[in-house]
């Protein structure tokens, strides 16, 4: 984390504040969160619901698809729960040991399910390898009418998810439930092959392809966390650029140096900068334009900046 060194009065008086500029946005963003909550909340219930479902679907059948997609629901359902308590505890405020608040909780949450998402695609590959060199007995008409009703659950959880606000962390939620969706279309398109030609194999085939298509979501959701968890400059943001502009555009501003932008989450940015005064220039105008340049033209609405004459 970038240091905010307090060490000179331009600086700490420019830190407080942009803190009470800073509370308008941050508090609208417990309301962006409160659509991603409520949707969570939603999309874990339905999925709970049918889980238990497909267990019972599938001890009364005997049949190992079903039983198999039920632990595929299962993680769902602790993604999903993941997801839901990651919102709840962003909106809380900050304290004396988190100066930041927890709004990077729903990151790590979206990292832990990226992790989750690998984990589940490899199960399904091992599976469908097993399945595959020691078939087994499936009752394709108890298998498709499961699987048409699980398709119906997750269509209905995907378009409360897809809808809804929360950035990341619901995006990763939506993923599982994709990859469930995905699933259950693999094990209709199976169930009708079996009942026509009885041939087995399908089901682990399809399998591997839902598996691959959750890979590809996974690394996107993991690598965008994963960036956000490493301290890297906010997507789009050009510190090069960054310092060209405000040598433009802030009358008395000598040059910029030790710039630093990174992201506590998705929508809050934050800035740090070494700011060099022309001979005679008024420190508190530079200090404002800066940040009204940083605010106005790269979204960055919480800068924090060191005056050096």
Same mark, same amino acid.
């Given at each position: ?75 769902? *359902? ?63 008409? *108890? ?37 469930? *969706? ?26 591997? *392809? ?100």
């Amino acid at each position: 984390m970038p240091d905010h060194g307090h060490d000179h009065d331009g600086h700490d008086h420019g830190h407080s504040h942009d803190h009470g500029h800073h509370h308008g946005p941050g508090h609208s963003h417990a309301h962006h969160h409160g659509g991603g909550a409520r949707a969570l909340g939603i999309a874990a219930g339905l999925t709970g619901f049918f889980m238990v479902a497909e267990v019972v679907g599938g001890l009364v059948s005997g049949s190992l698809a079903l039983l198999a997609d039920a632990g595929h629901m299962a993680t769902d *359902l602790a993604s999903l729960l993941l997801a839901f308590f990651a919102v709840r505890l962003a909106r809380r405020p900050a304290d004396a040991r988190r100066s930041y608040g927890f709004d990077r909780v729903s990151v790590l949450a979206a990292f832990v399910n990226g992790l989750a998402l690998f984990v589940i695609a490899l199960w399904i590959s091992i599976e469908a390898i097993q399945r595959f060199l020691d078939p087994a007995p499936i009752l394709g008409g *108890l298998m498709l009418w499961v699987a048409v009703a699980g398709l119906i659950v997750n269509i209905i959880a995907f378009r409360i998810l897809h809808g809804a606000e929360g950035g990341l962390n619901t995006r990763a939620a939506a993923l599982h439930v994709m990859g469930d *969706l995905l699933g259950s279309v693999g094990a209709i398109a199976a169930a009708l092959i079996i009942m026509t030609t009885g041939w087995t194999p399908i089901d682990p085939i399809l399998s591997v *392809l839902v598996s691959v298509l959750i890979l590809r979501s996974a690394w996107r959701v993991l690598s965008e966390a994963g960036h956000i968890l490493l301290e890297g400059t906010p997507s789009g943001f050009d510190p090069a650029r960054a310092r060209a502009r405000l040598a433009d555009a802030v009358p008395g501003l000598a040059g910029v140096d030790h710039l630093h932008a990174w992201c506590i989450s998705e929508e809050r940015l934050m800035a740090t900068l070494e700011a060099d005064l022309a001979p005679g220039a008024a420190p508190e105008a530079v200090r404002d334009g800066i940040k009204r340049v940083m605010a106005e033209e790269f979204g960055i609405g919480h800068v924090t900046v060191e005056l050096r004459v």
